[in-house]
């Protein structure tokens, strides 16, 4: 009886435990790209950089191929279009990353406000934004825009 069950919970409830884990690290995925989509909207000029950014950032973040961060970026654009606000991509990623993590999407965002090498107000005001909603300090902010900074001037 016990060997019965065991089997039934590795048959159908592991199995269907690991999907629900596949589909919220999917979900996390999609929102950490959405807020990346936000940011190349923030100065109301998408350009080929930004674009390029988001796929560069996100095969690095999520270790995946570019055909893969192609196609997260689209179905992130879809539901940036759809969304009412930034609130339910950046409260998925508060609690499902660590600070370490967290931080690393700040730079990330960074990236892709630097990514036309120009820092306009409304970037610097989303990335503080969505630093604020995932409980990044200012201190790891400005880190995080230094660092960025100083790769580009390399």
Not at 10 to 34: F, K, P, V
Request: glycine letters at 0%; proline letters at 1%; a negative charge.
């Amino acid at each position: 009886m016990f060997k019965n069950m065991k089997q039934f919970f590795e048959a159908r409830i592991q199995s269907a435990m690991e999907s629900e884990s596949d589909s919220d690290e999917q979900s996390l995925r999609l929102a950490t790209a959405a807020l990346m989509i936000e940011m190349t909207r923030a100065d109301f000029e998408v350009t080929d950089d930004e674009r390029s950014a988001v796929d560069s950032v996100l095969r690095e973040l999520f270790a995946i191929s570019e055909s893969e961060a192609n196609e997260l970026a689209v179905l992130a654009e879809a539901e940036v279009d759809n969304a009412a606000c930034l609130y339910d991509f950046t409260r998925m990623v508060d609690q499902s990353f660590t600070q370490p993590q967290k931080q690393r999407v700040v730079e990330m965002l960074w990236r892709v406000a630097f990514a036309d090498t120009q820092k306009d107000h409304h970037e610097e005001y989303l990335v503080r934004k969505i630093a604020d909603l995932i409980h990044v300090s200012h201190e790891d902010f400005i880190k995080a825009r230094h660092r960025v900074e100083q790769g580009l001037a390399e």
